[in-house]
């Protein structure tokens, strides 16, 4: 059994910085990587950002430059250091982690609402 609980998330102005973080129930180490997701209304889930195992980490092009993941292994938590924040950045946003082979096990946090207002 493995839970993820998102926090961080709320109503900021275009142009502040946000940081999310996502708690797992057991060690971030264990999974083979933990990344966010983003869904805003009428949209696609996509990727934002992800971070391996073994540190790499891959951002969407939309928010490279400007978006930050990272981990605290001692806390097993997860974080998305979001700057710059643009309007079309709002959306839930939800902690996601894989593990086994391919990555076939697939965990999701309940999501956390950011909003940027212009």
């Known amino acids: 059994q493995v839970q993820l609980v998102e926090s961080g998330g709320g109503l900021v102005q275009a142009g502040r910085s946000l940081t999310l973080s996502c708690a797992a129930s057991?060690?971030?180490?264990?999974?083979?990587?933990m990344g966010w997701y983003r869904q805003a209304p009428g949209k696609q889930r996509e990727l934002a950002a992800i971070i391996s195992t073994g540190g790499s980490t891959n951002y969407a092009d939309s928010v490279k430059g400007r978006f930050t993941i990272s981990r605290d292994t001692a806390k097993n938590t997860v974080y998305l250091q979001m700057n710059s924040l643009k309007p079309e950045d709002s959306a839930v946003y939800y902690c996601n982690a894989r593990e086994g082979q391919l990555s076939r096990n697939v965990y999701w946090g309940q999501g956390t609402q950011v909003t940027v207002s212009s």
């Open positions: 057991r060690s971030i180490l264990s999974f083979n990587s």
